[in-house]
């Protein structure tokens, strides 16, 4: 039985929290179910819904009915926008990986004082404004911009090159937000690594790339694993910056998204599509989780 | 090799990457901000020192309208957040896990968790029936919607200084004869406080940064900052966008700056 206390202590715990979780159902979670709801519905002619029960949305997320003939095929400009958005998330998680884990390993080395400056300059563009970020890549790398600019005068090329506009330019883009990302969870794994642990594996003959496979890489796996999810993830839904420096053709899937609720209307499925990238993101999540607690096991 | 010991922890090439990596990181968003000062209409050429943009876009009725919206969003939703933040703080921390708590967590981190452009979709759906069942069309969508993704943002500093908190220090207020009450006002609120402020300081700067769930729950005629910026990318970007750019940055590292030191006055 629990003690009186105890339950005052329950209930307080409860009211306490009663405020925002009225606002989160309201304004977050609680939408969420409307958007499950209308991903089963029928399309409206002009935007919309229909209240009749319908999967149309779920099986049209793959494939598509021929208006002639009424033949049943796959969807090949969804699964070209599909592979667009799984293909740039990974290779910027990759990216970011590739630049983020030496960024990381050099402020976490650095003396305290200049270690907190470091980790100050990566905290500023976290923080700074996704959009105005993305703007200061666009500058760089449009047409007009400042490496065309720069390559142009030195005489390396007689053209501007066309980047924005390309799925280089998203990817390059992507790659410049999510960087601090990266960087900052793997910053908090190697501050952690026993740098004693080095020496003694040098001392006992170990090569510089057998101390990195060896001895680094997995103790700051955990490190590793929460970068790449807080990368992959907001990867995979972007929408902002697919949208500045992809143009319209380059859509990843937050893009095609919003075209079912503009000129696609075809909200359910929106609603279909933004379920399955819930989905997906949650899938990664968990699994970031289990390994999260898996690293925790193994670490001591 | 002699240097071994004394390298250790030098990998080598990590301290190239990362130099890139930092120089990558601020050229764009430093020629952004030159560029903004750049006295020429030509946005790649350089026309001398000037503060045309700044003036331009100050005197820009669009942009004062998007400004003091921004700021009226930002400052009611992250007030909102904030209180509902505190409370739920000290609801969650320092009594012992109850049973629902971790339903509580995951109810005020889930805003961190689903991707925005899924909110944005699910508040365009709910907010536009709202919208026609009530006529209403005002700003108070926006503050809701802000409010509640801001919730997370304002809750992690404050449990965060709630669970670095002495307890002992409301015993001996309990002990003295205060009344639960008193203890909180007299005791526990102030020790909360910086907490608080930068739980506050975090959420105005997310809400003043949204793009996405804004674009997507705003009626005609309500842009914020960020969403006049978007929606300028259609036209060419004028170097006034830059010098909105640019004053935002400026506001965002002050607050930053202010946060950081909030933060570290607790260690």
Known sequence: ?300 | MATRAFAATTIPGFAIVAGIAFFALYAPILTLVAYSFNDSNAISQWGGFSLRWYEAAWANTAVQEATLRSLTIACSASAIATVCATMAALGTTRRGAFRGQTFIYVMINQPLMVPEIVTAVALLIVFASVKVATGYNGLMYLIIAHAAFCIPFAYLPIRARLEGMDLSLETAAADLYANPWQTFRHVTLPLMGPGIIAGAMLAFVISLDDVVITEFVKSAGQDTLPTYMLGQLRRAITPEVNAISSALLALTVLLLTAFFLLTRKRD
């Open chain 1, 1 to 300: 039985m629990p003690s009186p206390q105890d339950r005052a202590r329950v209930r307080n715990g409860w009211l306490l929290s009663a405020p925002a979780l009225v606002l989160l159902a309201m304004a977050a979670a609680g939408p969420l179910l409307v958007v499950l709801v209308y991903s089963f519905l029928e399309a409206g002619q002009y935007g919309g819904v229909e209240w009749a029960f319908s999967t149309d949305a779920w099986f049209g997320i793959l494939f598509s009915k021929d208006i002639f003939t009424d033949e049943t095929m796959l969807a090949d400009a969804h699964l070209a926008i599909f592979w667009r958005s799984v293909k740039l998330s990974l290779l910027t998680t990759l990216i970011t990986f590739a630049v983020g884990f030496p960024t990381a390993w050099f402020i976490a080395t650095r003396a305290p004082r200049a270690r907190a400056m470091w980790l100050f300059l990566i905290t500023i563009p976290f923080w700074t404004n996704l959009l105005i970020r993305t703007f200061a890549i666009n500058e760089v790398i449009r047409n007009e911009g400042i490496l065309n600019s720069l390559l142009l005068w030195a005489g390396v090329i007689s053209a501007p090159i066309q980047i924005i506009y390309t799925d280089t330019a998203v990817l390059i883009g992507m790659a410049y937000v999510y960087l601090p990302l990266m960087v900052l969870p793997l910053f908090a794994a190697i501050d952690r690594f026993d740098m004693k642990l080095l020496e003694a594996a040098y001392d006992l003959y170990a090569s510089r790339l057998q101390v990195l496979r060896r001895v680094i890489l997995p103790i700051v796996k955990p490190g590793i694993v929460a970068g790449s999810i807080l990368v992959f993830v907001p990867s995979l839904g972007a929408y902002v910056t697919p949208r500045v420096l992809g143009g319209g053709k380059n859509m990843m899937i937050g893009n095609f998204i919003e075209l079912q609720f503009g000129q696609g209307r075809n909200w359910p499925l929106g609603a279909a599509l933004s379920m399955l990238l819930l989905v997906i993101v949650m899938v990664a999540l968990l699994a970031y989780v289990r390994a999260a607690n898996k690293g925790a096991g193994h670490g001591h």
